[in-house]
Each structure stands twice: as C-alpha cells, then as structure tokens.
C-alpha cells in the first residue's frame, strides 16, 4: 500500500531543462470503480486513464477542467474522465456488452482519443490523436509529439491486488537552444526512470523514490498536491436539464410516470424528482 495519501508529485530538473511528474493513487481508483463492477480488464485500462488525466491537469498551466476520452469500435463504448486543477477526478467506462478483454487495442479498438480542455477564462480547445499504438503511455507520447511537440514520455502501473494506480511523466522544457543536448539530457531521464520497479513506486513515497531513480541529479520538487475523486454532479445541474427539456415534456414524463428519476452515470447518485417538484421547475422557468 501507499503509505501517504494520493498524491501529485511535480519537480523539475534543474540542470536537465526537464520536467517530472509522480502520481500514486489508492483510494481515489477505488472510489471511481468501487459501484460499477467493471471486469478486470476494463478496471486496468481505467485507472490508467486516471492515472493520464491526472498527470496531463499537473501540465497545464491554467484553471480549468480537462477531460480525455477513448473511443472507438471494441467492446467497450467508451472511457471518459474529468479532471479539474485541484486535481478532482471522476471517470466512467461504458461497458454494454460482457468483456474478458485486457489492454488498449482490445478494449477499444480502432479509434480515437480525444482530450477536451476547457479552461476557466478562455475558450475551450480539443485535440484528437489516433490510437495507433499498444499502449496509452505510447499514444500520449505521440500526442505530444504531434500536437505539442514536446518529447514527453509516461509510465503507467497497475497494482491488481491493491487496486492502486500510479504514473511518471518526463518533459522536456523548450528553454535551451541546443537541441541535440536537450534530446540528451531527455533520452538520458527517460533511461533512468525506465528503471521504476512496480513495487517501488507502490511502496516508496515520493522522495524515496525521486532520489533511487535521479540521485545523480539536481530535483528540486514542489509541494505535493492531494487527488481526490469527486463527481460534478449535483442536485442543481438535474434540475437545470430538467427546465431545458421544456414544459411539454415535462408534463409528459408527469403523465407517464408520475416522477422523474435521474441517476449519474460516474458515481451512480440517484436524484429524484416527485410531481411537486416537477411541476415547480415548469414554474420556475415561466418567471
Ligand atoms: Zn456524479
């Protein structure tokens, strides 16, 4: 088990023009797949997702919410999940038909991965790469590539037992002009965090670990930041979709059911709406 609780780790090296990131999560994972009974397969890939969304909100340098999707023609529909600054997480996998399958290609196939960022001020930007690879790790590199073009490379685990997740990230900062020695000095961190041991980094605290993997190296980290899971859900946000289905339809779901019951597809909160209450968002929406 992790010993502290879930944390994000960001540090920089000083001397490499290159940045790092740690993140180890134990009751966050366990809390996102906790109600949903996802089979095994579907559980990994997931918490790999976490452990990338997680990971990607410590690189941007802004407010805001991110969320990254996988989609494509496997036998799960879809993996989403959202992240905020504050490092608050929730994600789903649409499972709809049964699945012993293990790993991205199995899993979802030919598609996409899609990674929405929607920052606080500002107008909200999308980017989509191909999952023309094996793995998440090796798809988020190339995105990187691709739409940033920064060498950036992660490392993904999955701890089966504990049902803990955890995740390294290494960029390379575009301040220096030498490039050759740049791509040095990245080839060369990527090299030596290629050594992570599963049962290191769910063991170690962070520390201990930043200094078995870059003893030889100046790592000046920052204040760790707690990840928690939270859902965005709430009683308001039913009601204002509600309203937005329009009186009619309101009035139609009253005659048919009586109630209206709406239960969030990430963390299963079931909200409940009687006639009463029904009638009074129609109400609401005439002042
Ligand atoms: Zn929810």
New binding site residues.
């Given amino acids: 088990m992790i010993s502290s609780s879930d944390q994000l780790n960001r540090y920089l090296f000083d001397n490499l023009h290159a940045r790092g990131e740690l993140v180890q999560l134990s009751s966050t994972f366990q809390n996102i797949v906790k109600a949903h009974n996802y089979p095994e397969g579907v559980k990994a890939l997931l918490g790999e997702l976490i452990t990338v969304t997680s990971l990607l909100t410590a690189t941007l340098k802004l407010e805001g919410e991110i969320a990254v999707q996988l989609q494509g023609d496997g036998p799960v529909d879809y993996f989403a999940v959202n992240a905020n600054h504050q490092q608050e997480i929730?994600g789903i996998a649409k499972v709809t038909q049964a699945t012993n399958a293990v790993g991205l290609k199995d899993l979802v196939g030919k598609g996409n991965m899609i990674i929405t960022i929607r920052p606080t001020k500002g107008e909200p930007y999308q980017g989509v790469v191909a999952l023309e690879h094996d793995t998440l790790a090796q798809c988020l590199s190339h995105y990187f590539e691709v739409s940033e073009q920064i060498p950036t490379k992660l490392w993904l685990f999955h701890n089966k037992e504990n049902s803990e997740v955890a995740g390294a990230l290494v960029q390379l900062l575009p301040d220096s002009d030498d490039k050759a020695q740049q791509l040095n000095d990245f080839e060369h961190l990527c090299q030596l965090t290629d050594t992570i041991k599963p049962e290191e980094i769910f063991t170690l605290d962070a520390e201990t670990l930043l200094y078995r993997l870059y003893h030889q190296e100046t790592v000046r980290i920052f204040e760790p930041q707690a990840v928690t899971n939270k859902?965005?859900?709430s009683r308001d946000k039913c009601e204002s979709a509600i309203i937005h289905l329009g009186e009619s339809e309101i009035k139609e779901i009253i005659t048919q059911d009586g109630s209206l019951n709406m239960t969030?597809d990430?963390?299963?909160?079931n909200y409940q709406f009687d006639e009463q209450h029904l009638l009074q968002l129609i109400n609401q929406n005439k002042h």
């Fill in positions: 929730r859902c965005s859900c969030c990430y963390c299963l909160t």
